[in-house]
Nanobody
């Protein structure tokens, strides 16, 4: 069974940090590109970061560049999103997805709430 399970969300104050994890199982994780998107109430889904399977190259949206860092551990089948200097506007449901071999898999998400 293919699964992507996010964890690490929570309620923090502005300026604090969180590390999200996305653990994969049931497919060849190492050959999939992994991305993080977020969905805030009343806003469009936003792709904020991704990491490639081939060379580990990364992408960040302007809204998180310089504050968030994505990394992957292919032994643990896990991708991490280190989020520093969190802002209230980062409040959203954060979901990871895996893209590869014409497949796209999604997790259920983890909620991040940043209070001012």
């Amino acid at each position: 069974e293919v699964q992507l399970v996010e964890s690490g969300g929570g309620l923090v104050q502005a300026g604090e940090s969180l590390r999200l994890s996305c653990h994969a199982s049931g497919f060849a994780f190492a050959v999939y590109n992994i991305g993080w998107v977020r969905q805030a109430p009343g806003k469009e889904r936003e792709g904020i970061s991704s990491i490639s399977s081939s060379d580990g190259s990364t992408y960040y949206s302007d809204s998180v560049k310089g504050r968030f860092t994505i990394s992957r551990d292919n032994v643990k089948n896990t991708v991490y999103l280190q989020m520093n200097s969190l802002k209230p506007e980062d409040t959203a449901m954060y979901l990871c997805n895996a893209n590869g071999w014409s497949n796209v898999y999604w997790g259920q998400g983890t909620q991040v709430t940043v209070s001012s």
